[in-house]
């Protein structure tokens, strides 16, 4: 099962990026996380994930508070089952999303080898984004500011394969997102493909 993390923060365009990769065949993981905002309901960032990194990660401190054991223990039985269902549903890729992922880089490469997607916005158009959803500041420039130096850090020390998506760039040339397919070797079917693209174009 071929890994795929999303280096992304709140605000990113991360949510777009991987609607159009669940919609080419990429397995995220429901239930997914609900937001309150109008435009993208749906974060596709797997529910008992993010509950558990954030039994490790005070999400608006970014303090480690839990124990990395427990976190390791819940992830080891979680994976091996959510990749029993996507090889039920005939699929090849398991994509992982959520901020605080960026803090535990080093197990996640350990224990995956996956491929990085570094999703990146310039900090002002995060923190309207922020802004507009009327999210803790956290949620903005602020938190992009660390979650990306701590993200690219780990990337570049250890020689990890990413590939850096400009969301502005993502949502407006197809030739990115083809590159994109390519780099994580998903190869969607012409009509998850044509699904893929009309979501995008929404």
């Known amino acids: 099962m071929q ?9 990113s365009g991360s949510t777009a990026v ?17 937001t309150n905002d109008l435009l993208t309901p749906n974060a596709y960032e797997p529910l ?30 979680w994976w091996e089952i959510e990749c029993a269902k996507s090889q039920n549903l ?17 197990y996640l490469n350990r224990k995956l080898k996956p491929s990085y997607l570094f999703i990146t916005r310039p900090y002002d158009l995060i923190e309207k984004t922020r802004i507009r959803r009327k999210w803790h500041p956290i ?24 590939i850096s998506i400009p969301f502005n760039e993502f949502r407006s040339s197809t030739e990115l997102r083809d590159k994109m397919l390519n780099f994580i ?18």
């Open 48 to 77: 008992e994930y993010r509950i558990e990194l954030a039994k490790l990660i005070d999400e608006l401190s970014f303090k480690k508070i839990g124990n990395p054991e427990d976190f390791v223990k819940f992830f080891e039985a």
């Open 18 to 34: 991987s609607g159009y990769l669940d919609r080419c065949g990429a397995y995220t993981c429901p239930p997914h996380v609900n």
């Open 185 to 202: 070797g998903l190869v969607p079917s012409a009509e998850k493909l044509k699904v893929a693209e009309d979501f995008i174009r929404v």
């Open 3 to 11: 890994a795929i993390i999303v280096i992304a923060t709140w605000g």
């Open 139 to 162: 949620y903005g420039a602020l938190g992009a500011k660390e979650i990306y130096s701590i993200s690219y850090d780990f990337l570049n020390a250890n020689s990890c394969p990413f």
């Open 90 to 106: 005939g699929l090849s890729h398991i994509l992982l999303k959520h901020p605080l992922q960026s803090f535990v880089l080093p």
